[in-house]
Nanobody, 124 residues
Framework: VQLQASGGGLVQAGASLRLSCVAS????????VGWFRQAPGKEREFVAA???????KYTDSVKGRFTISRDNAKNTVYLQMSSLKPEDTAVYYC???????????????????WGQGTLVTVSS
């Protein structure tokens, strides 16, 4: 299984970015996908997740600003980020669950495969 994350960049506070995560190597539509982020000196933390059947969860700090979606025909999950804040600065990673189907999950250990990460920098 391979994941390729892209779409990061340097933006000013208040701007928007859309991250993409393209998966290969498994039947994408059967698996949940999550976005996590890791800021310098901090642990990787949950951002958003979408289950195989489209249910979503968000961490509180991004609710109303970020939207996760999936396009199974393109084996791609998106993270639309709006009203970005400096505290959103981090490397963003997408992960795909090891188990097929199941509920949407925020737990890091339930994601078995990871992309290489894409850096998002938000300046004030």
């Amino acid at each position: 299984v391979q994941l390729q994350a892209s779409g990061g960049g340097l933006v000013q506070a208040g701007a928007s970015l859309r991250l993409s995560c393209v998966a290969s190597g498994r039947t994408f539509s059967n698996y949940g996908v999550g976005w996590f982020r890791q800021a310098p000196g901090k642990e990787r933390e949950f951002v958003a997740a979408i289950s195989w059947d489209g249910n979503t969860k968000y961490t509180d700090s991004v609710k109303g600003r970020f939207t996760i979606s999936r396009d199974n025909a393109k084996n791609t999950v998106y993270l639309q980020m709006s009203s970005l804040k400096p505290e959103d600065t981090a490397v963003y990673y997408c992960g795909i669950r090891g188990a097929s189907y199941g509920r949407v999950t925020t737990q890091l250990f339930e994601y078995d495969y990871w992309g290489q990460g894409t850096l998002v920098t938000v300046s004030s």
